[in-house]
C-alpha cells in the first residue's frame, strides 16, 4: 500500500464531529514527524473528511474562504472552538491502532 494511501485511510476513519492534527494523522500512518505528508495524501482526496484534519493546538491552517468553510463544517458538526482554535480537550481524535502490540511477557523462571 502506498504512502498516501495509509494516510488516506487514517482520514477516512475520522468520526463525524471528532478533529485529527496533521502530524497525527502522519505518526498513526507509520509515519511520525511528516505532516506534510498528510497535507499532500488531502491534496486530490475527493470524498475525505478533510475539514477534520487541523493543525496543531487545533489551529484551523487554511486561509480565507477556505478556512471559513472548515470553521463552518465542523461547527456543523457540535465542534466546539475556545477562539480560534478547536477545543482538543473535547473533540480530539486518535485512531486506535489495529494490531495491538502484544504481550512480551515471559514467564518468570527462578533458579
Do not use: C
Not at 5 to 22: D, N
Not at 52 to 73: F, H, P
Not at 93 to 105: C, D, I, K, Q, V
Amino acid at each position: 500500500m502506498s504512502t498516501l494511501a495509509r494516510l488516506r485511510l487514517i482520514i477516512a476513519r475520522i468520526p463525524r464531529g471528532r478533529v485529527i492534527t496533521y502530524g497525527q494523522v502522519a505518526e498513526a500512518a507509520g509515519f511520525p514527524g511528516a505532516a506534510r505528508l498528510t497535507v499532500r495524501a488531502l491534496y486530490r482526496g475527493a470524498g475525505l473528511p478533510w475539514h477534520r484534519v487541523v493543525a496543531a493546538g487545533g489551529r484551523i491552517a487554511l486561509k480565507g474562504v477556505d478556512g471559513q468553510e472548515q470553521r463552518l463544517r465542523l461547527r456543523m458538526e457540535a465542534v466546539t472552538f475556545r477562539g480560534e482554535r478547536v477545543r482538543m480537550d473535547l473533540h480530539g481524535w486518535l485512531p486506535r491502532s489495529r494490531h495491538p502490540a502484544r504481550s512480551n511477557r515471559r514467564a518468570s523462571t527462578h533458579k
